[in-house]
Structure formats: structure tokens, C-alpha cells
């Protein structure tokens, strides 16, 4: 899920990204991956809380659609559930997470 907070002084929106442990269990780490961070599997790395939920936050220039996913534990690809949409990713059968801005 995500949540978008937008800038009156410049054309910025301020967005939350989180990701719930009843949603992914006892998982380590989770990246989010995706246009704004050129989908480098490195970077996104979202940042653990005490309950067990992930969370990651990051300015976005508005007037924008963004495509991504949530990478868990280096091998489980996930969508957003509240994504904006879905686009057909590159590969068959495999559609992307979009957050319009």
C-alpha cells in the first residue's frame, strides 16, 4: 500500500510505501524496485519496523505514472494490492505495480 502527500511549493509528491508482514511473512528484506531507481534489483532496499512490516519512502515528480514491484527476500516478486494499475511487464504473463502521480 502506499500513501501520496503532495508539495504545494514545488511539482513533488512525497510517497510512503509499505508493505505489511501479514502479507509477507517472516521475510528479511524486501527491495522496491522499480522506473524511478531504474529497476537496479540494488537499490529500494525498504527499511524494517518492529512489527514486522516494511516501509519506504521516496519524492516523485507529479504528472507521472510509475511502474514497480516489491522484491522479498531476494526471490519473490510482488505487486502492490492498492496499485493505481497494472501494466503488462516484459515478460509473458507478468503484469507491473502503477502508481499515477
Known sequence: MFTKKYLKTKPVCKVSFKILK??????????????????????????????G?????????????????????HKTWLNDKSADAYYPSPYPGIDNSVIAL
Open 22 to 51: 501479514k502479507e509477507i511473512g517472516a521475510a528479511k528484506t524486501v527491495n522496491i524496485i522499480g522506473e524511478w531507481n531504474d529497476w537496479d534489483v540494488e537499490k529500494g532496499a525498504m527499511k524494517k519496523l518492529k512489527n
Open 53 to 73: 512490516d516494511f516501509s519506504y519512502q521516496v519524492d516523485l515528480d507529479t504528472d507521472k505514472a510509475y511502474q514497480f514491484r516489491y522484491l522479498v527476500d
